[in-house]
């Protein structure tokens, strides 16, 4: 082989060595932001678990290996996890109203409430994601608290009539990760 092919291969060999230890250390970085954030943020709020913290976003930071995740690129995240839950727990509901033919009358009419409430939701978090991109943070935050209202009014129309939610988890993880945000924009702001 030549001294051009060894070159060649030396210098190939060393971009994969460096690309492959720039990945490593940005994704250890990632994840000692994303400890320490949830650690913090569930030390001072009880509503949040700091096992659903780093259940939740360590996949979504981690997902497409976009290099170090900030602290600011982690709160466009949780808002990201937010607007999917919402949009999904939507989505699920429709699927349950129409499966509940004829279904208890009390479900079904707290059914109709929580797809309002979560109807608007979606739209409010799309605003509060402009609201956060543009560091507008006290907007973004009372948008988002607007979201944790409508889950716990979700969850409370199925207990003040008496029957069981089948939205207990979903009204219970939006609520959760929205308080994530709300942590989250609070050590930023």
Do not use: W
């Amino acid at each position: 082989m030549s001294s051009l092919s060894h070159s060649i291969l030396r210098f190939l060999f060393l971009f994969m060595f460096f690309s492959n230890f720039l990945i490593i250390k940005s994704s250890n970085n990632t994840l000692s932001l994303l400890y320490k954030t949830c650690k913090t943020i569930s030390d001072q709020d009880p509503n949040i678990s700091f096992n659903f913290c780093l259940t939740s976003l360590v996949p979504a930071a981690t997902k497409h290996g976009h290099g170090a995740t900030t602290l600011r690129r982690l709160g466009l995240i949780t808002i990201y996890l937010i607007r999917r839950n919402v949009s999904s727990t939507r989505h699920h509901i429709k699927n349950l109203r129409r499966n509940k033919e004829p279904g208890d009358p009390l479900v079904k009419s707290c059914l109709a409430d929580c797809l309002e409430l979560y109807s608007d939701a979606a739209l409010t978090m799309k605003q509060a994601r402009k609201d956060y991109k543009a560091r507008r943070y006290d907007d973004a935050s009372s948008m988002i608290s607007s979201v944790m209202d409508d889950c716990s009014t979700c969850e409370d129309g199925f207990k003040e009539e008496g029957v069981i939610s089948p939205l207990t988890n979903r009204n219970h993880n939006a609520f959760e990760l929205s308080a994530i945000a709300l942590s989250i924009i609070n050590m930023l702001a």
